[in-house]
């Protein structure tokens, strides 16, 4: 909040005081609780508008990369998705507005989510599949696999940067504290600079991962290899494999998201229609969660509660704290499409269906609340700006 002119500032603490008292007038149904009074996992409520920032760096990333002048740290910490609540836009985002980015094999088409309507298009130049954003979301990358490209664009002015030739790029990731991009490949994930994308290192896998996600602490990474049925860990540091969990025959696991307190990844599993539960700290199987056959893409409710299971025609929400289903919502048409991610304000989740079709379902009753055709096959989908201090890659993996 800007003062005005000849005006002295308001301490922090006071200026928090008043929007706790803002917030109780309002009759919020969400508590506000000043720093210090209340558990770290309560959460941080925006005041209509961007929430207040701490210039500091997360636990476990000293000697971070800065890139961005500093990581953007929410005031509430604790919890793996503290800062990626409602409106909580990074810095560098703030001021872009909200879009939708369509990778459709040809080109990459914009949707404005308000007006529901394509409002540009960029010519890649190449068959994107996928639209990943940058760690520190100031710029967004086109893979495309086919013709081994990762092409830079920028949201702001959308212009399009020189592509850079990479090998198989079946999944773009970045380490949690911005200092390498990483790609995965078939048997191996190159290390490679998060700007310039130059090749650092590659390090052999064995087997080929497509999806993967960080444990709390940022010293390693998991990642799925679906045709394997296996799930991998790798040590960042090292840059080596250290230890993998094979599930049981048949499984085809996919996209994997880590539980708000750090201590379970889910896995999507489209073989056996669910999630399995894989400890994250000791790395090893501990239950399943069926959710609907075909289950292939997860994402996270905005208030941390519930994770999103996309797949067969389904849209299947599942209780973090119970471990169970809690909703189950039929999709336009029975497909199976590619979620993008929530809405900023945490009131739709964005999916993208082969045939064509964009549309935005509303994460508290699953109806379908936005409809947008576009051309191709859309088989990539990225909403940003979202809410996070930093981007970890993938589809709409932040913290």
């Keep these: 909040m800007r003062a005005r002119p000849?005006?002295?500032?308001?301490p922090f603490a006071a200026a928090l005081t008043m929007a706790a008292g803002v917030l109780t007038g309002c009759g919020s149904p969400?508590?506000?609780?000043?720093?210090?009074?209340a558990s770290p996992d309560d959460p941080v409520v925006g005041l209509g508008g961007p929430a207040p920032y701490l210039r500091a760096r997360p636990d476990g990333e000293r000697g971070a990369a800065d890139p961005g002048g500093g990581v953007p740290l929410a005031p509430a910490g604790g919890?793996?998705?503290a800062a990626t609540g409602p409106?909580?836009?990074?810095?560098?985002?703030?001021?872009?507005?909200?879009?939708?980015?369509?990778?459709?094999?040809?080109?990459?088409?914009?949707?404005?989510?308000?007006?529901?309507?394509?409002?540009?298009?960029?010519?890649?130049?190449?068959?994107?599949?996928?639209?990943v954003p940058s760690w520190d979301l100031r710029r967004l990358w086109a893979a495309d696999r086919a013709h081994d490209l990762l092409v830079p664009v920028g949201p702001r002015g959308e212009r399009r940067g020189r592509p850079v030739g990479v090998t198989g790029p079946a999944g773009l990731y970045f380490t949690p504290d911005g200092r390498d991009a990483l790609v995965l490949a078939s048997r191996r994930i190159d290390v490679r600079a998060p700007r310039t994308m130059a090749l650092r290192a590659s390090l052999p896998t064995p087997c080929s991962a497509a999806h993967a996600d960080f444990p709390s602490g940022g010293t390693s990474m998991v990642a799925t290899c679906t045709a394997a049925g296996?799930?991998?860990?790798?040590?960042?540091?090292?840059?080596?494999?250290?230890?993998?969990?094979?599930?049981?025959?048949?499984?085809?696991?996919?996209?994997?998201?880590?539980?708000?307190?750090?201590?379970?990844f889910y896995v999507a599993d489209a073989a056996r229609g669910g999630v399995w539960l894989v400890d994250a700290r000791r790395f090893t199987r501990l239950g399943f969660v069926p959710t609907a056959p075909g289950a292939r893409g997860l994402a996270i409710s905005r208030?941390?509660?519930?994770?999103?299971?996309?797949?067969?025609?389904?849209?299947?929400?599942?209780?973090?704290?119970?471990?169970?289903?809690?909703s189950r919502w039929p999709l336009p048409g029975g497909g199976?499409?590619?979620?993008?991610?929530?809405?900023?304000?945490?009131?739709?989740?964005?999916l993208a269906d082969p045939a064509g079709l964009v549309y935005a379902v509303s994460t508290r009753t699953g109806r379908v609340v936005r409809k947008v055709r576009v051309g191709g096959r859309p088989t990539g989908l990225c909403v940003h700006p979202q809410p996070g201090r930093y981007s970890l890659g993938g589809t709409g993996l932040y913290r």
Excluded: C, E, K, Q
């Design 6 to 10: 000849g005006a002295a500032a308001l």
């Design 30 to 37: 969400v508590p506000f609780h000043r720093p210090g009074r």
């Design 79 to 81: 919890r793996v998705y």
């Design 87 to 131: 409106g909580m836009i990074a810095p560098n985002a703030r001021g872009l507005p909200p879009r939708i980015y369509v990778a459709n094999g040809r080109s990459i088409d914009v949707i404005d989510p308000g007006t529901a309507g394509v409002v540009g298009r960029f010519r890649t130049g190449a068959a994107a599949s996928r639209v």
């Design 230 to 264: 296996t799930l991998i860990r790798v040590d960042l540091a090292g840059r080596r494999v250290a230890g993998t969990v094979p599930l049981p025959a048949g499984a085809r696991p996919g996209d994997l998201r880590l539980s708000p307190s750090g201590a379970v």
């Design 303 to 326: 208030d941390a509660r519930r994770l999103f299971v996309v797949g067969g025609g389904t849209l299947t929400a599942v209780d973090f704290r119970t471990r169970r289903v809690v």
């Design 336 to 350: 199976s499409p590619v979620p993008g991610g929530v809405s900023s304000d945490g009131t739709a989740l964005w």
